[in-house]
């Protein structure tokens, strides 16, 4: 439908000149596919913030971009030719836009449009009227901000309250390290457990004075180790503070990462342990001086059961010498079981020393399988990789590793024969893998069978033999030398597990 806007007349007055008037902003459109603009009002030009312009003729829906408001638009428009009766919508966001400017005005607007009917009963134009509702819906959403703010801000301190009545009911204290900006903050707990008053500062090296020397360098570890993402972030230890009285700490903290894995915040709590340390410590000495006493007649047993063997062996008494070559095993097991008693006792009081040397891994690798070659029955051990490659380390701690490592391998595959032995060594760490066919782990035990005593339900219903002591103290001597340990395992098809170490420059 075509329609000449100038000629349209009420009364004599054109009907543009009565739509520029009105005190509102007012289009007049037709019914056609583009709704095509007849007039404006000047109060709508003023709503756009435009001058004036020549609109006659041109598409009304072609002044919105792509949207689902210009959509409703569209529809609202095609139900009012439709129905013949105005439409009334909801409140929609057109912004309004300065291309040139580059700046984007938001605003929200209420939109009518109503039909004007001819004699024939067809819609012969439309009038869209849209009110600016933008200061209202604006205060609306504020309002609601404001509200949401305050109601999240009631939770958070809520939660902040209750955390605080907790960590003060358990006595806790937090501390949160920026390693961006180096701030250290301590609150008043903290500072307390430390000799520190409430007023002090502290800063990370002010931290260092107040550890006790011994432990000083366990904890230097233990944080370049949480620092570095590979570690999970993950941080637990115990040491003591430097204030006079002996006063023992277990600090718990987690470090967060950036994106290039750069760790940003170190955050964490102290709790004082001395009671529940003090107590260890006593059940400790008795544990050592339990396995001194054992050692000594169990020294001068193994003395005896050589003497007769080599005997018997000289007067070709097969059977003596066979069955006191089996008794020298046991008595061998059970040193072996006293030394790791001994150590954790070590352990434990923060008595554990590490002797460092430079050594070729893979010498010593050998050498251990050597060592336990005359006890091995059922199993063929082998071992591949790299050679040449030296740590500095503890000898003998290593050795305890690698020892424990292939005697867990043989005692958990009970009927398979194969246990391999790999050294690797790729950026900066040598590692070894311990490959075994055996029982394997199940997923949700992997994380504690380090954790000191634990053993697993299957090996403890199968009957195998053990302590739970010998990964603790694998994971204490590994973690002492700034190494990574771990297993990787399926159950009933075997385990791999591995240490590495820092290669020697
Ligand atoms: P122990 O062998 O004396 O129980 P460990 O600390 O050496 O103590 O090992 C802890 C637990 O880890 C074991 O009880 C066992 O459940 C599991 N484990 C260790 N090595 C293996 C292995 N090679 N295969 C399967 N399970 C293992």
């Not at 090296?205 to 107040?210: A, M, V």
């Not at 010998?470 to 002492?480: D, K, N, Q, T, V």
Request: some cysteine.
């Amino acid at each position: 439908m075509k329609m000449n806007s100038q000629k349209l007349l009420i009364n004599g007055i054109p009907i543009v000149q009565l739509i520029h008037s009105l005190p509102g902003n007012y289009l007049l459109l037709l019914p056609d596919e583009q709704y095509t603009m007849l007039a404006a009002s000047d109060s709508y030009f003023k709503a756009v913030g435009k001058e004036r312009y020549n609109i006659s003729g041109m598409s009304f829906i072609d002044l919105f971009p792509p949207s689902a408001a210009l959509e409703n638009l569209k529809a609202s428009l095609r139900m009012v030719v439709e129905n013949k009766t105005p439409h009334e919508m909801d409140t929609q966001q057109y912004d309004l836009v300065d291309a040139e400017a580059g700046t984007r005005d938001e605003r929200y607007w209420r939109p009518v449009n109503i039909p004007v009917l001819n004699d024939d009963d067809e819609v012969a134009l439309i009038i869209h009227c849209a009110i600016d509702v933008t200061a209202e819906k604006k205060l609306r959403k504020s309002e609601q901000e404001s509200q949401e703010h305050f109601i999240a801000r009631l939770k958070i301190e809520e939660g902040e309250e209750r955390l605080r009545v907790a960590a003060e009911a358990a006595e806790l204290g937090f501390w949160d390290h920026n390693l961006r900006t180096g701030e250290l903050v301590w609150d008043k707990r903290c500072k307390e457990l430390f000799g520190l008053g409430e007023r002090d500062s502290i800063t990370f090296e002010k931290y260092l004075e107040h550890v006790y020397p011994a432990d000083k360098e366990l904890l230097e570890k233990r944080i370049s180790w949480a620092l570095n993402p590979a570690s999970g972030g993950y941080f637990d230890i115990e040491f003591r503070t430097a204030n006079g009285q002996e006063r023992w700490i277990r600090s718990v903290a987690k470090a967060f990462f950036d994106e290039e894995n750069q760790p940003v915040r170190f955050i964490g709590s102290v709790l004082d342990v001395t009671n529940k340390k003090q107590e260890e410590i006593r059940k400790n000495e008795f544990i050592a001086m339990a396995s001194h006493e054992l050692k000594t007649p169990l020294t001068s047993a193994k003395a005896y059961v050589q003497m007769l063997a080599a005997t018997a062996k000289k007067k070709g008494d097969n059977f003596f010498n066979q069955s006191l070559q089996k008794v020298d095993k046991q008595l061998n097991k059970m040193t072996k079981m006293i030394n790791d008693f001994l150590d954790l006792s070590r352990i434990e009081s923060g008595k554990f020393e590490l002797q460092l040397e430079t050594f070729e891994l893979n010498s010593l690798v050998c050498e251990v399988i050597e060592e336990i070659s005359p006890i091995v029955r059922y199993h063929r051990i082998t071992c591949e990789g790299q050679q040449d490659v030296f740590v500095t380390a503890d000898r003998q701690k290593i050795n305890e590793v690698l020892l424990n490592f292939l005697n867990n391998a043989m005692k958990y595959s009970p009927g398979q024969e194969e246990v391999k032995v790999f050294i690797s060594s790729e950026e900066g760490f040598v590692t070894v893998r311990v490959v075994d066919q055996g029982i394997g782990i199940p997923a949700e035990e992997r994380s504690k069978i380090f954790q000191k005593f634990y053993r697993s339900e299957k090996a403890f219903k199968s009957g195998f033999s053990g302590f739970g002591i010998g990964l603790y103290l694998s994971a204490e001597i590994i973690y002492r030398h700034q190494g990574r340990i771990g297993v990787t395992s399926e159950e009933g098809k075997g385990s791999t597990f591995y240490f590495s170490l820092p290669v020697s420059s």
